[in-house]
């Protein structure tokens, strides 16, 4: 529907909270040119960051240097949002339904708290994805974010449904407190995964870099949901797996699957 290119590059941050495809749906482009948003600490006209033109195939396309502009997708609830570049922190977040496509990687933050709707980077992302906020009781709720590089730290940090899968190595403390859903990592799951965990999935791929002290052996076997699972989300996954349990030293029921 519109394409929004950055007109020019900054280091200062812009917010662009509240520019979704149900926002622009009933606009024109000139209203959409003027609509709000927060660069620093003023606010200024949307047209005055980016140039915005009608006829792009998907509802928004933000085109240009991104990496800067924070937000997007934040709270959308329909459509499709496609990015060409890099983009900052918060993408995606607390979203309930759509779709967010980026063709390069994220900053930090990418889907935290979303509650639905899907999000794919096609590169490396930085920390907190599907995480929740400092102070939260809940990360993500529903919804799936596919990861095709490296994800950093805190990776599902008290995630309660939904599915992460990433295609590259992840950080630290992947899973920390998760309460529910599931995370599959291709490339290797680092250190202190399912750290604090309560119950859910962690698939590991291609090698864990350190199972975590609260983890306990449990058994090799073939669990009959495996091949299901790596047909929903397009993984070749193992025949059998190792499977840990924990995190016991929070009395958890989560399970580490390690193929």
Known sequence: MFTLTRRESSPIPLDVTGILPETAA???ALEVAKLPVLFGNRTVELGEMFDAKAGSRFDLQFAGDTKNVQNIGKGMSAGVIFCDSTVGRHAGAQMSGGQLILDSGAGDWLGAEMRGGSIEARDTVGDCVGAAYRGSRRGMTGGSIVVHGRAGHELG??????????HGDTGEFAAASMIA???AVCGELGA???AGMKRGTI??????AEISVGMRYSCDFSPSFLPLLGKSLNLPVPGCVQCFRGDVLTGGKGELLVG
């Open 203 to 208: 698939l590991a791929l291609g090698g864990v």
């Open 192 to 194: 202190r995964a399912g």
């Open 157 to 166: 940090l008290l995630m309660r449904r939904g599915t992460i899968v990433v």
């Open 181 to 183: 859903g599931t995370i």
């Open 26 to 28: 009933k606009l024109s």
